[in-house]
């Protein structure tokens, strides 16, 4: 959670520790010449995270995040001479959140490792600005298959229902594996602005309950 150089804070006329940012910043690596188990801070740590709207990672030293706050009303102050940034972490209120996946389910255990590529995946349209979705095409690459088992992947669109129906109404495809990995690419496209989510298990795993 970062601060913007020259906005007021607390946003939304929250009360701090409340609306002590500006904008949410995915942190996707931590680098450092020493074990990560090291709880000191030392000047070449750094981290790499993404960008609202830019499609490069971002590197910065940890030692240059800390910015300054006066108080409700007041600007941050994120820059100097010598780090001139135009975003911080707030003083004293600084925050984040560590995402480690999703609610466990019964069925978690038995995900296969897969990961999902988006077309197109450079720009979506910013609907809070007025626009209109955009319609994204999903392919998922499923690993770690046995080869010879049998599989099936899922696709749910809302949030109540994800990993809760393993019925035929949310099965995408079935397959042997051939190899350690599949590539199932979903002839159904899903809304920039909506929730799609997919999973990947045995197929023996799920068809029992559902046979009647």
Same mark, same amino acid.
């Given at each position: 959670?970062?601060?913007? =150089?020259?906005?007021?804070?607390?946003?939304?006329?929250?009360?701090?520790?409340? /609306?002590?940012?500006g904008?949410?910043?995915?942190?996707?690596?931590?680098?450092?010449?020493?074990? $990560?188990?090291? *709880?000191?801070?030392?000047?070449?740590?750094? +981290? $790499?995270?993404?960008?609202?709207?830019?499609? %490069?990672?971002?590197?910065? +030293?940890?030692?240059? $995040?800390?910015g300054?706050?006066? /108080?409700?009303?007041?600007?941050?102050?994120?820059?100097?001479?010598?780090?001139?940034?135009?975003?911080?972490?707030?003083?004293?209120?600084? #925050?984040?959140?560590? +995402? %480690?996946?999703?609610?466990?389910? !019964?069925?978690?255990?038995?995900?296969?490792?897969?990961?999902?590529?988006?077309?197109?995946?450079?720009? !979506?349209?910013?609907?809070?600005?007025? %626009?209109?979705?955009?319609? $994204?095409?999903? *392919?998922?690459?499923v690993?770690?298959?046995?080869?010879? &088992?049998? @599989?099936?992947?899922?696709?749910?669109? *809302?949030?109540?229902?994800? #990993?809760?129906? @393993?019925?035929?109404?949310?099965?995408?495809? &079935?397959? *042997?594996?051939?190899? =350690?990995?599949? +590539? @199932?690419i979903?002839?159904?496209? #899903?809304?920039?602005?909506?929730?799609? @989510?997919?999973?990947?298990?045995?197929?023996?795993?799920? !068809? !029992?309950?559902?046979?009647?």
């Open positions: 959670m970062i601060m913007w =150089s020259g906005q007021t804070y607390p946003i939304y006329n929250l009360t701090p520790p409340a /609306g002590m940012y904008h949410v910043e995915p942190v996707i690596g931590i680098q450092s010449n020493h074990p $990560l188990n090291d *709880t000191e801070l030392y000047d070449d740590d750094a +981290v $790499l995270h993404y960008t609202d709207a830019g499609i %490069k990672t971002v590197r910065r +030293v940890i030692s240059t $995040l800390p300054k706050w006066a /108080g409700p009303g007041h600007k941050a102050e994120c820059g100097s001479l010598l780090h001139p940034y135009a975003y911080c972490i707030g003083n004293p209120y600084g #925050f984040g959140w560590a +995402v %480690k996946g999703f609610t466990p389910d !019964e069925k978690q255990a038995l995900a296969m490792p897969a990961f999902l590529h988006i077309d197109p995946w450079m720009f !979506e349209p910013d609907t809070r600005a007025g %626009k209109k979705p955009e319609a $994204l095409k999903g *392919t998922l690459t690993t770690e298959l046995a080869v010879g &088992s049998a @599989y099936a992947i899922y696709r749910w669109d *809302t949030v109540a229902e994800a #990993f809760t129906d @393993y019925s035929d109404q949310h099965k995408k495809t &079935s397959f *042997t594996a051939t190899s =350690s990995m599949f +590539v @199932y979903d002839d159904k496209a #899903f809304q920039s602005d909506g929730t799609t @989510y997919y999973r990947a298990v045995k197929a023996k795993d799920v !068809e !029992e309950e559902y046979l009647i």
